[in-house]
């Protein structure tokens, strides 16, 4: 059954390939980024907004509400990194933008979607999937603010989980670990380094993943038959280990 998905972060990276990987299967997505998205296929809706503004979000669900009559699933994979300091020397500024992006987006994303999922026409089969990361479970160097932006991403889909008991609506998690993204290539600017190859060596697959693989992860937490991931994460991750 084609379902109706809204993402966040979908003009690049794992958020795009998400997109991607849903209009392959025959979906229907609202992509919403900050960014211009250039999307021709009539399965995409692109909206620009950003995931701090509420009423953006909002006005996005209603355009998929008013273009296919409902709202199947959420993507919140919106976010940025900042950091390579220690804590004591990280600016006030660069936890401001990690929580009100990476967490407050989340939340955003949540209060206009989860609605409009109970309120549908059945929403038993319904997910809201947020995009945590390895960072979420483990201490990185130099990224204790980006660390504690993705811990709350995590409890806040956990605390969602439980508000959703008996609704038929599901929320979950998942964590990617190194994947070829921007940013990915923007933490290796933070910690100095040339190639995000380099990043692979956290890995027990040993490489770098490919924003694909996550998007698979992502799709699945997105169909009805996830439900069993209710209040899960999972650890898309390739393996992680700082």
Same mark, same amino acid.
């Given at each position: 059954?084609?379902?109706? &998905?809204?993402?966040?972060?979908?003009?690049?990276?794992?958020? $795009?390939?998400?997109?991607?990987?849903?209009?392959?299967?025959?979906?229907?997505?609202?992509? &919403?980024?900050?960014?211009?998205?250039?999307?021709?296929?009539?399965?995409?809706?692109?909206?620009?907004?950003?995931?701090?503004?509420?009423?953006?979000?909002? $006005?996005?669900?209603?355009?998929?509400?008013?273009?296919?009559?409902?709202?199947? !699933?959420?993507?919140?994979?919106?976010?940025? &990194?900042?950091?390579?300091?220690?804590?004591?020397?990280?600016?006030?500024?660069?936890?401001?933008?990690?929580?009100?992006?990476?967490?407050?987006?989340?939340? =955003?994303?949540?209060?206009?979607?989860?609605?409009?999922?109970?309120?549908?026409?059945?929403?038993?089969?319904?997910?809201?999937?947020?995009? $945590? %990361? !390895?960072?979420?479970?483990?201490?990185?160097?130099?990224?204790?603010?980006? =660390?504690?932006?993705?811990?709350? &991403?995590?409890?806040?889909?956990?605390?969602? $989980?439980?508000?959703?008991?008996?609704?038929?609506?599901?929320?979950?998690?998942? %964590?990617?670990?190194?994947?070829?993204?921007?940013?990915?290539?923007?933490?290796?600017?933070?910690?100095?380094?040339?190639?995000?190859?380099?990043?692979?060596? =956290?890995?027990?697959?040993?490489?770098?993943?490919?924003?694909?693989?996550?998007?698979?992860?992502?799709?699945?937490?997105? %169909? %009805?038959?996830?439900?069993?991931? =209710?209040?899960?994460?999972?650890?898309?991750?390739?393996?992680?280990?700082?």
């Amino acid at each position: 059954m084609t379902r109706v &998905v809204l993402v966040t972060g979908a003009a690049r990276g794992i958020g $795009a390939a998400t997109v991607r990987r849903l209009v392959a299967r025959g979906d229907r997505v609202v992509a &919403v980024d900050e960014l211009t998205i250039a999307e021709t296929d009539p399965q995409v809706l692109p909206v620009v907004a950003d995931v701090r503004d509420r009423s953006a979000l909002a $006005a996005a669900v209603d355009l998929a509400i008013e273009t296919w009559g409902r709202l199947d !699933a959420a993507v919140a994979a919106a976010a940025v &990194v900042a950091g390579g300091r220690p804590l004591w020397e990280t600016p006030e500024a660069d936890l401001d933008l990690l929580w009100d992006v990476d967490v407050k987006g989340v939340w =955003n994303t949540a209060a206009v979607t989860v609605p409009a999922m109970l309120a549908g026409p059945d929403p038993s089969g319904c997910r809201f999937v947020a995009v $945590a %990361s !390895a960072a979420g479970h483990h201490g990185l160097h130099h990224l204790a603010a980006y =660390n504690a932006a993705k811990h709350a &991403v995590i409890g806040l889909v956990k605390g969602l $989980a439980a508000d959703l008991v008996g609704t038929g609506v599901t929320a979950c998690a998942v %964590s990617p670990g190194s994947t070829r993204t921007p940013m990915l290539e923007a933490t290796a600017a933070l910690y100095g380094l040339d190639d995000v190859d380099t990043f692979a060596d =956290n890995q027990l697959l040993r490489r770098i993943l490919e924003p694909e693989e996550v998007a698979a992860a992502l799709v699945f937490c997105c %169909s %009805s038959e996830a439900a069993v991931l =209710n209040g899960s994460v999972v650890r898309a991750d390739g393996g992680f280990a700082p």
